[in-house]
């Protein structure tokens, strides 16, 4: 099989290894030709866990941070042992405010849903994990909530959007039928708020991704989260970054209309089979 061709340059950013920023004309291709190659490989087939990950992050794709760290190692071997169970499921892909969303199945009745949440991960981890987290589970759809790490790291909004439409690319690449949920990046700190100017243009930006891509939808989570002055509400975020089980109540009733224009979850009312 003749692989697609490569064009990069890498750049390193303070701290070494940690932020490095690649530009590539041909990057949605790199990522499609590595991960066709992986799933073709005999090792592959038998593998006992996840593969390893490119051990310098100039080889990741994406922009802005990379590079594994041990929950991340631990909760993809996790994710690797619960593969057959998870197959078929609407996939939350995320950081440590999915991670912590445990009661998915009590909160869409009649909906498979698989938590694939790692606290501390961002926009570049995802492109890495993707394939082997979601992909493989030939997921029935894919809720995303991804960008605060990137935006506290310093990455620019832009860059972060890139990495999210990198991976809706790689989503309805898989199969165009599997309906992507974008999620608005949550406020952040108590008053004043953390830049809510730097969230709201990624957000802005997010929203954009989606438009003209049938199957693509947003999830608007900042009027129930956010104060007035753009700060992440006390009563639903008690240190000011994480939900509590009022705030993930919160996230649920504006997730559920998305989740209803995908065809995912039930009209309210009606009974799924």
């Given at each position: 099989?003749?692989?697609?061709?490569?064009?990069f340059?890498?750049?390193?950013i303070?701290?070494?290894?940690?932020?490095?920023?690649?530009?590539n004309?041909?990057?949605?291709?790199?990522?499609?030709?590595?991960?066709?190659?992986?799933?073709?490989?005999?090792?592959?087939?038998?593998?006992?866990?996840?593969?390893?990950?490119?051990?310098?992050?100039?080889?990741?794709?994406?922009?802005?941070?990379?590079?594994a760290?041990?929950?991340?190692?631990?909760?993809?071997a996790?994710?690797w042992?619960?593969?057959?169970?998870?197959r078929?499921?609407?996939?939350?892909?995320?950081?440590?405010?999915?991670?912590?969303?445990?009661?998915?199945?009590?909160?869409?009745?009649?909906?498979?849903?698989?938590?694939?949440?790692?606290?501390?991960?961002?926009s570049?981890?995802?492109?890495?994990?993707?394939?082997?987290?979601?992909?493989?589970?030939?997921?029935?759809?894919?809720?995303l909530?991804i960008?605060?790490?990137d935006?506290?790291?310093?990455?620019?909004?832009?860059?972060v959007?890139?990495?999210i439409?990198?991976?809706?690319?790689?989503?309805?690449?898989?199969?165009?039928?599997?309906?992507?949920i974008?999620?608005?990046?949550?406020?952040?700190?108590k008053?004043?708020?953390?830049?809510?100017?730097?969230i709201?243009?990624?957000?802005?930006?997010?929203?954009g991704?989606?438009?003209?891509?049938?199957?693509?939808?947003?999830?608007?989570?900042?009027?129930?989260l956010?104060?007035?002055?753009?700060?992440?509400?006390?009563?639903?975020?008690p240190?000011?970054?994480?939900?509590?089980?009022?705030g993930?109540?919160?996230?649920?009733?504006?997730?559920r209309?998305?989740?209803r224009?995908?065809?995912?979850?039930?009209?309210a009312?009606?009974?799924?089979?």
């Amino acid at each position: 099989m003749q692989a697609a061709n490569i064009f990069f340059c890498s750049r390193r950013i303070q701290p070494a290894g940690a932020v490095v920023t690649i530009t590539n004309m041909h990057l949605s291709h790199w990522i499609t030709a590595t991960l066709a190659l992986f799933a073709l490989s005999p090792v592959a087939a038998v593998a006992a866990g996840p593969r390893p990950v490119p051990q310098d992050p100039a080889d990741w794709p994406g922009k802005g941070i990379a590079g594994a760290y041990d929950l991340w190692t631990e909760r993809r071997a996790l994710f690797w042992q619960e593969r057959e169970q998870d197959r078929g499921a609407v996939v939350f892909l995320g950081d440590s405010i999915t991670q912590g969303w445990r009661a998915l199945d009590e909160t869409f009745p009649g909906m498979k849903a698989a938590n694939r949440g790692i606290g501390s991960d961002t926009s570049r981890r995802l492109l890495v994990r993707l394939q082997e987290d979601v992909l493989d589970l030939d997921p029935r759809g894919v809720v995303l909530l991804i960008g605060i790490n990137d935006l506290a790291a310093g990455v620019p909004p832009a860059d972060v959007a890139d990495n999210i439409r990198l991976l809706v690319d790689a989503i309805r690449r898989h199969n165009p039928k599997t309906p992507v949920i974008l999620c608005h990046v949550m406020p952040w700190k108590k008053e004043p708020g953390r830049y809510p100017e730097r969230i709201q243009r990624l957000n802005a930006l997010i929203s954009g991704i989606a438009v003209g891509r049938p199957g693509v939808f947003v999830c608007d989570t900042w009027p129930g989260l956010a104060t007035p002055a753009g700060a992440a509400r006390p009563d639903l975020f008690p240190d000011g970054l994480h939900l509590n089980a009022e705030g993930y109540k919160a996230w649920a009733a504006s997730l559920r209309p998305a989740l209803r224009r995908a065809g995912l979850l039930p009209e309210a009312g009606v009974t799924s089979r």
